[in-house]
């Protein structure tokens, strides 16, 4: 994966396969650190399977006995001086934190938050997503726009074009200028 967004993308749509309800996705830059954690309220995984799920040959997959996700993510933080964690508990959830150097030249970019953010607008979960970088920060909480649509299905074209270019030009505004 080219970017830091699509190793997002990737972790949360296995907490909507792990049946999550509510997933929360926390993007912090601060101090020429970065932090993405996501935590969700799914299935979660046994211990003996959270110790083997940073190895790719470790997958809950049928179609294949390979799983990148995880490893990639883990690999891609630590190339570029950061930290991999993961915790997990069978029946309340797991969490996934990674942090990056900003400055680290094997960093890979950010990406397109905002169209991350738009690909999980599932009608059967719900996503929080915090944004900060320093002292500013936004939230983005499905739950709360799903209230306003009073109906209207979140992930029909005219809501999603929306919530990206709305969702985009916070983290725009946050960012003040600045590449992440």
Known sequence: MRELALHVLDIAEN??????KLVTIEIEVRDNLLTITITDDGKGMSEEFLQKVTDPF????????????I???????ETSGGTFSIKSKLGVGTEVKVTFKVDDVDRMPLGDVAETATTLLYPQCDFKWIYTVGD????????EVKEELQGIPIDSPEIIAFLKSMIKENIESINGGLVI
Do not use: C, W
């Not at 907490?15 to 999550?20: D, G, L, Q, R």
């Not at 470790?58 to 996700?69: A, E, I, L, Q, S």
């Open 71 to 77: 490893p990639l993510f883990k690999q891609a933080a």
């Open 136 to 143: 500013e920060s936004f939230i983005f909480d499905t739950r």
């Open 58 to 69: 470790t997958t809950t997959r049928t179609t294949r006995k390979v799983g990148m996700g």
């Open 15 to 20: 907490s909507v396969k792990a049946n999550a």
